[in-house]
């Protein structure tokens, strides 16, 4: 008889923006932001396991109920899409911890358990390689003996992924600067409540940047800030008040590029909610509404109408 294997499991959050800025883009490619992020109610959960054979596999399955198991459901998205091979950020976060803690004599298996849409604006990939991050650095101490690398080490593995993974791995709410990997957790008074609602196909953040900049290409782009009053707002929790100020300069990009997320703008604003916007380099829709009670009918009124709907609170 073989023993168990050991297994860690960890999970991390979609996020949506509710405020994002860009600036121009740098000599290096990349923009400057000011990013009000916010966790959201649905997440990413990745399993850690050893394997006997050398190297790291992957399988993918979708969280009941979830945006990504509502799209499969309508067949307007495969889980097929997700890579498993070294270009899977959970992959590629299992090996940033590896090679600082190579402890495990064997191979890797992750499985990737998903509910974020996947280059839908949310930070999905980013989800993976924060909960990929925690799990196997568990798993390598519990392995070893050895303590697990501390917050700040893993912080830095996660800036070294993607601009979107330190936050996927702090969660609540923070404002992102530099690229969006330097945090600042803010406070939120009371949780927000939001209708997320999934498109038929993705965009890609880069195509979706490139965009922006082709729209702003004769225009003066003032260096990224929050607006006054912003984060005060949040800290008290008026989510009314707070609607107006949130915004993303990504979004006019967005719509550009998917003129078809338009009318499910709208459709927020026929329904009564306190604000709509597309959530980072979208496609995903985020309606903030009053309550939870108000979440629900307005994800059940969309649903209705076929498009995959979810009521979550933020942070
Ligand atoms: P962000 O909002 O952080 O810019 P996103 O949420 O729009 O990103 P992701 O779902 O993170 O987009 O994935 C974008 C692309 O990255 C996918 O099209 C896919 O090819 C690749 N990718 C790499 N790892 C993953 C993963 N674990 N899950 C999904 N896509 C991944």
Redesign the pocket.
């Known amino acids: 008889m073989t023993a168990a294997q050991p297994t860690e499991r960890a999970s991390a959050p ?2 949506v923006n509710l405020f994002f800025a860009a600036g121009p883009p740098r000599p290096d490619g990349y923009h400057d932001v000011a990013s009000l992020y916010c966790a959201v109610g649905t997440g ?1 959960t990745v399993t850690a396991t050893p394997t006997r054979h050398t190297g790291t596999t ?1 399988d ?1 399955a979708a969280v009941p109920g979830s945006l990504v198991a509502q799209q499969i459901e309508r067949g307007t998205f495969s889980l097929d ?3 498993r091979d070294g ?6 976060a299992a090996r940033a911890v590896l090679e600082r803690f190579p402890v495990l004599p064997g191979g890797l298996h992750l499985r ?1 358990d ?1 509910a ?14 924060a909960a990929a991050l925690t799990a196997v650095n568990r798993l390598a101490a519990r392995v070893s003996g050895e303590p697990a690398l501390d917050d700040d080490a893993l912080l830095r593995l996660a800036a070294g992924l ?4 330190p936050f996927a791995l702090t969660g609540g709410a923070a404002v992102g600067t530099g690229t969006g990997a330097r945090l600042r957790p803010v406070a939120v008074g009371a949780p927000l409540h939001l209708v997320l609602v999934a498109a038929e196909a ?4 880069p195509a979706v940047y490139a965009e922006l900049d082709r729209l702003r290409a004769h225009r003066d782009v003032a260096p990224p800030r929050l607006p006054a009053g912003l984060e005060e707002l949040l800290g008290a929790g008026a989510a009314a008040e707070l609607a107006p100020l949130l915004d993303n300069d990504l979004q006019a990009a967005a719509l550009s590029l998917a003129p078809r997320l338009q009318p499910v703008l709208a459709a927020g604003a026929a329904a009564g909610a306190l604000a709509s916007l597309v ?4 496609p ?1 829709v985020a309606h903030l509404v009053a309550d939870a009670a108000a979440a629900e009918d307005l994800a059940d009124v969309l649903r209705g109408q076929g498009a995959p709907a979810l009521a979550v609170r933020a942070p």
């Open positions: 979609g996020k990413e992957v993918v899409a997700v890579p270009s899977n950020l959970a992959v590629r990737i998903k974020v849409p996947v280059a839908g604006g949310m930070g999905g990939g980013s989800a993976d390689a993607g601009a979107d993974v993705g965009l890609s953040t959530s980072g380099s979208g995903t």
